[in-house]
């Protein structure tokens, strides 16, 4: 009985979406009257309602100063990105950290790593998401271990599942690759380097947006996204889920300010006494109307 009214009730309002939703969502991307956009891969397009909103949001903070931006609304800027960032990863407001790039949050996260082991990365990866572990390696005593992919530019899984062993520290590798568009099966990944005490870290740039994301499903360690391709936001904020049993191990490559438990109390803390939570690896001010079209353009995909 219950199904049958479920079916009377939500069968139109799925209809309707079906039907009606994409032509009220083509006119909210008016290049596309134009163009057959096909680089989201590249930057995406920030659909109406979010610029109309972040133009009004901009102005306010230029023109309105604190009294536009008091404490708490500096707060919240924050706050409602992680909120949206958690239920779009499936993880909890906690293991959220705000970042201004996938390049900021993976090397405030590299540096946060205990010394020693191996990194696993592949040959054919986005540069930032290998770069930074040559630069920190000689500093952290790590090998990087790249590895190569078949004639066809995909790279065999088990060849990665191959690479790990008892002194691999973390696998860092990309949900898609933005070479090949190629998907990994992080499940199988993360369940090889948990074997011996490593972890996962993803880059998800390319997926987020477009395929769901689970992280726990995953059994992923830290994932992280930027807003500008697949969740159509502006440039210059990104989201990192780090797994709650490691983030509060974690001391932040990089902190400041916002690292602490009670933002606004800018007393010296010393010795450095982080706040509980990915929250530890926020620092200070940046462009804050990046984070607002991030919360806004996650907000519209309505993915979850
Ligand atoms: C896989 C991947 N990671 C990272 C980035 C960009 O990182 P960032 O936000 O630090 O510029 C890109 C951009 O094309 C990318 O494709």
């Known amino acids: 009985m219950r199904s049958l009214i479920d079916v009377f009730y939500y069968l139109p309002a ?16 008016p290049l596309t009257e134009k163009y057959v956009y096909l680089s ?5 397009l920030t659909p109406q309602p979010v ?31 992680r909120k949206t960032a958690s239920d779009l990863f499936n993880c ?29 990365s592949t040959s054919i990866e986005f540069p930032s998401v290998v770069y930074l572990w040559l630069r920190i390696a000689p500093d952290k005593k790590w090998t ?32 898609v690759e933005f070479l090949t568009g190629q998907r990994f099966d992080l499940k199988k990944l993360a369940s090889r380097v948990h074997v011996t005490g490593g972890i ?7 997926a987020a947006g477009h395929i769901p994301v689970d992280v726990k499903a995953f059994g992923a360690d830290v994932y992280i996204s930027g807003s500008y391709k697949w969740l159509l936001g502006p440039m210059g904020s990104a989201v990192t889920y780090i797994r709650k049993d490691l983030v509060d191990d ?33 620092y200070g001010t940046s462009a804050y109307e990046a984070k607002v079209g991030m919360w806004k353009s996650i907000e519209y995909l309505d993915i979850r």
């Open 14 to 29: 799925y209809i309707c979406r079906r039907k009606f939703l994409p032509l009220v969502r083509k006119k909210d991307f």
């Open 40 to 44: 989201t891969a590249s930057i995406g």
């Open 51 to 81: 610029i109309e909103y972040l133009k009004e949001y901009i102005g306010s903070l230029l023109s309105g100063g604190t009294v536009f931006l008091d404490e708490k609304e500096e707060e919240n800027t924050f706050e409602n990105l």
């Open 92 to 120: 909890s407001p906690y293991e959220v950290a705000v970042f201004s790039s996938v390049t900021e949050s993976l090397a405030s996260i590299a540096w946060a790593l205990p010394k020693g082991g191996e990194i696993i």
């Open 144 to 175: 990087v271990r790249l590895v190569d992919p078949d004639p066809s530019l995909l790279i065999e899984e088990d060849a990665v599942m191959e690479a790990v062993n008892e002194k691999t520290r973390a696998i860092v590798i990309s949900h």
């Open 200 to 206: 996962l870290i993803i880059d998800g740039i390319q």
């Open 250 to 282: 974690l001391n932040p490559g990089i902190v400041g300010w916002r690292s602490m438990q009670d933002i606004w109390n800018l007393e010296l803390k010393i010795p450095l006494k982080y706040a509980p939570g990915a929250r530890r690896f926020e």
